[in-house]
């Protein structure tokens, strides 16, 4: 099932663009590659099934797949350079931070090359001791600390090879004296007169250098911060100084290196400090903007004080880009419909789809109905493992665990990444996500969530005669308002949950503008992200204050690296969703859906277009999840959170199970009735209300409700709720706010 | 901790007769209680084919490690799976017999 898989090099494409496609066979194979447009990816025995449609002349090719592997692991790399070529004395310098120092070995600093066994490298043993050790190819010697370092504790570590006397020294000396005094050490040994031998060598920070030195091993996991090389013996007051930025004349002039992670946190950058300028490359993103040695809590965030956060947090399961090579490329043609396409790769009865979004041309739209592609939320989710991570999953559930073949293949490949909803092995939370890899989230067999879940939006427009162009929520974040501005209609997916402050902004404006949007999802719009400022393939997320949420931001680290502004919910940001599309997260719960009922405000005239052909009062007691268009995930109005006055709860949902819960941003304190049967807030709300500028907003405040479009062949009355708001949507006739003339 | 008590065995006549909605709170007292447990080792249901087939499956040891089948059962119905890991569950954690009528089956 998971023999071939690939992804694209852009997710978010327009006509005439070029797009590369990265596969990875297990064996070799040949494959035939086909371009196919989706309408809908659900063939579970309860779905549409799967419905595309082969695009003559394109692609058609058969290629022969090979095995492609990927390197996960972040660290510092430094290109060999001659002011590293120190033969004589010298002292390297940094302070640590361990957070798994009994996790084998794990490399701090070095030019060192495992195969050949020479140069110098700086290490933790897998008990926790550290180790220095210089080797000429030929010869070594080594010198150990006696004492373990004690994890999530400061120290300073500073290795030094006097060659004149020819001894290593080794000093582990912790900042706070308790409780990790009694771990203070320092070690001396003989060297032996062997002199380090580097020729060529990269510096690594964070790693250790095996026999193919693009691809180091031995990754450390946890803060490292102000690595100092020095071509000399550095004293202790010395180094002491230069945390004090007070570095004497002479000393600085034996500086090698001094790396100041406090610069350019929003980058993959290393900036020396030093003479030489060797500016470092940060690899596979570890994360940047984490409190550092010198945080005291005065401040809160990286931009105020970068002095406070001049730490890196690495970790051996950090993930930038699988690195493939492509296979094979494809050039749009100019007048490709916008849709959502994949590429589909079968060989005998294998198939594999490697999907992607196509826009239309900017400006010109191809009809007034806009389909959201939430690339945000897909690149959040990617390749989550929360299922087999988890302990307390089958307690949120409701259920005994159900692991489907993906689950499974996903919880072996830790080298395809991990996933905002993770935390690395250290237990700290996965901020950051990339695209650059076969994601779990964009594939089209598997659970119903996120992309899969999505196209019973698009496959219920299909089969009502509704032509839709797609417009990713990247194009929104690139293209800002020229993205929106041809459409009348933008229809969301079913968990458009991730939103950059640009994506919120440009909506918001669109809106202004008469935009009119249909929000047929749940917990939408609640997390702050952030795209990387110099590539669009990583977003970040910090799960900061509060939140329905897997892991918690370490304190003092609410701040996006990528963007240097306060993550977490927009709730909590001052723009709650309910002033966007009139309603917001309240509770999640997965064991089984419920449904809606009518309420006096669905009477009002000004909802009688919603409710035309629909006499039912129960409305989505039916569904392809749990049963009902209410579930998983569901929003409601609250005035106080911006729900506007003049806002219609048309319907909202009951009888939600106990295994619902209010999300915690609604419960300050915990007790014993936030759970759907108790709880008098657990409900979604179906809500209209008219905007500005014409415009309106329909928003149906459960991931579920899609699932229910397609129920008696499209014949029922989420159908005809949907259907009825679509076409009056996309009508021209402007929406008049009630009381206006 | 809630321990689950002998006289609460009669509870799980309740998977049977009644839908998981209409569950009584002492049955899914019983069951939150046979769902607290780690991950290594833990046994849970596979799915295959989209929830076309399922079998029973154990965790490993470590982060990442395979969820490997745990015999060659195969189920076409999720209930019976269930059923099959309730059983398992509750001789882990209740340790107390089933009802022979509910051991049987």
């Given at each position: ?44 025995p ?6 595309e ?8 090719q ?22 590293l ?7 390297a310098?940094?302070l ?6 009994d996790?084998?070995?794990q490399?701090?600093i ?15 043993l ?25 994890a ?12 004149g006397?020819?001894?290593?020294t ?9 409780p990790?005094g ?12 062997i ?9 690594l ?7 193919e030195?693009a ?57 020396d ?18 409190t550092g ?8 965030s ?23 090579e ?23 009865a ?39 991570d ?14 489907n073949?993906a ?5 072996e ?7 905002t909803?993770?935390t ?16 779990q ?10 992309l ?23 194009a ?10 041809p ?5 969301t ?19 202004a ?5 249909m ?13 990387h ?14 939140g329905a ?7 003092g680290e ?25 309603i ?10 419920s ?17 035309a ?8 007691d ?24 003049h ?8 009888k ?19 759970n ?25 405040g ?9 129920h ?9 709720i ?20 | ?11 799980l ?63 076409a119905?999720?209930?019976?799976a ?24």
């Amino acid at each position: 099932m998971f023999e071939i898989l690939g992804y694209p090099d852009k997710l978010s494409l327009r006509p005439g663009e070029r797009v590369r496609f990265m596969v990875s066979c297990e064996e070799p194979l040949d494959y035939k590659a086909e371009l196919v447009r989706v309408q809908c990816g659900d063939d579970s025995p309860a779905g549409p099934g799967m419905k595309e449609t082969v695009v003559p002349g394109l692609l058609g090719q058969t290629i022969r797949g090979r095995k492609q592997v990927s390197h996960i692991g972040s660290y510092m790399r430094v290109e060999p350079a001659p002011a590293l070529d120190i033969a004589g004395d010298m002292t390297a310098t940094l302070l640590v931070f361990p957070t798994l120092p009994d996790r084998g070995r794990q490399g701090l600093i070095g030019r060192w090359s495992d195969f050949e066994r020479r140069g110098w490298t700086l290490a933790m043993l897998p008990d926790g001791r550290l180790e220095f050790r210089v080797g000429d190819g030929e010869r070594e010697a080594a010198v150990a600390t006696s004492a373990a370092l004690m994890a999530r504790e400061w120290y300073r570590v500073t290795a030094r090879h006097d060659a004149g006397r020819g001894t290593l020294t080794l000093e582990q000396r912790p900042l706070k004296g308790f409780p990790a005094g009694a771990t203070a050490a320092r070690a001396e040994a003989p060297s032996h007169g062997i002199r380090a031998a580097t020729a060529d060598l990269p510096l690594l920070l964070a790693a250790e250098g095996t026999e193919e030195p693009a691809h180091p091993t031995h990754f450390f996991n946890g803060k490292l911060e102000a690595p100092r090389l020095f071509a000399g013996l550095a004293e202790d007051a010395a180094i002491d100084a230069i945390d004090a930025g007070t570095l004497a004349a002479p000393l600085a002039e034996g500086l090698a290196g001094a790396w100041d992670f406090g610069a350019g946190i929003a980058t993959e950058r290393a900036d020396d400090r030093g003479p030489h300028r060797l500016h470092g490359r940060l690899v596979n993103l570890p994360t940047r903007g984490v409190t550092g040695a010198h945080w005291d809590g005065s401040v809160m965030s990286w931009p105020e004080r970068p002095a406070h956060y001049a730490a890196v947090h690495f970790h051996e399961d950090d993930f930038a880009d699988c690195g493939w090579e492509a296979d094979f490329e494809l050039a749009l043609p100019a007048d490709l419909p916008s849709g959502l396409y994949a590429a589909r790769l079968t060989a005998g009865a294998l198939a594999e789809r490697i999907v992607f979004f196509v826009n239309a041309p900017l400006g010109k739209a191809g009809s007034p109905i806009a389909f959201l592609g939430s690339s945000a939320t897909f690149m959040a989710y990617a390749n989550a493992h929360y299922l087999t991570d988890n302990a307390d999953m089958e307690m949120k559930g409701g259920f005994f665990l159900v692991l489907n073949e993906a689950a499974r293949f996903f919880n072996e490949r830790r080298d395809l990444g991990l996933s905002t909803y993770d935390t690395h092995l250290d237990g700290s939370g996965v901020c950051y996500s990339s695209r650059l890899r076969p994601m779990q989230s964009m594939r089209l067999t598997d659970r119903i969530w996120t992309l899969r879940a999505d196209t019973h939006v698009t496959d219920w427009m299909s089969a009502r005669g509704f032509s839709y162009d797609l417009v990713t929520d990247e194009a929104i974040q690139y293209d800002g308002i020229a993205a929106l501005a041809p459409y009348r209609v933008l229809v969301t997916g079913t968990h458009p949950e991730y939103w950059t402050t640009r994506m919120w902004d440009v909506l918001v404006e669109w809106q202004a503008r008469g935009g009119r949007i249909m929000y047929l999802g749940g917990n939408g719009f609640y997390w702050r992200t952030a795209f990387h400022p110099e590539r669009n393939s990583v977003v970040e997320v910090r799960r900061a204050e509060i939140g329905a949420r897997y892991w918690v931001t370490e304190a003092g680290e609410d701040y996006l690296s990528f963007s240097g502004e306060h993550g977490g919910l927009w709730r909590r940001l001052g723009r709650p969703p309910q002033g966007l599309v009139g309603i917001g997260t309240i509770a999640t719960g997965f064991d089984k859906a419920s449904y809606y009922r009518r309420t006096e405000a669905s009477r009002d005239p000004r909802a009688a277009f919603i409710f035309a052909g629909v006499p039912e009062e129960i409305i989505g007691d039916f569904g392809a999840l749990g049963g009902g268009a209410a579930g998983q995930e569901i929003d409601s109005a609250d005035p106080r959170l911006g729900t506007p006055p003049h806002a219609l709860v048309l319907a909202r949902s009951e009888k939600h199970s106990r295994y619902f819960n209010v999300v915690p941003e609604e419960t300050p304190f915990h007790h014993p009735t936030i759970n759907g049967e108790e709880s008098e807030h657990c409900h979604a709300d179906l809500v209209f209300y008219e905007g500005p500028g014409g415009g309106a907003v329909f928003s149906t405040g459960s991931i579920n409700w899609a699932a229910s479009l397609a129920h008696g062949n499209y014949d029922n009355n989420v159908s005809r709720i949907t259907e009825n708001v679509l076409r009056r949507f996309a009508d021209p006739g402007p929406f008049r706010l009630p009381g206006a003339p | 901790m809630y321990e689950i008590k002998p006289e609460e065995a009669r509870l799980l006549a309740e998977f049977w007769e009644r839908d998981p909605a209409d569950y009584s709170l002492e049955f899914k007292r019983v069951l939150n209680r046979l769902r607290i447990e780690p991950l290594a080792g833990k046994v849970c249901i596979l799915s295959y084919r989209d929830g076309r087939e399922f079998a029973l499956g154990r965790f490993g040891e470590r982060r990442g490690d395979p969820v490997l089948p745990l015999d060659a059962r195969r189920f076409a119905r999720l209930k019976d799976a269930q059923w099959e890991l309730l059983k398992l569950r509750w001789a882990k954690h209740a340790g107390h017999p089933l009802p022979p009528e509910l051991a049987a089956r």
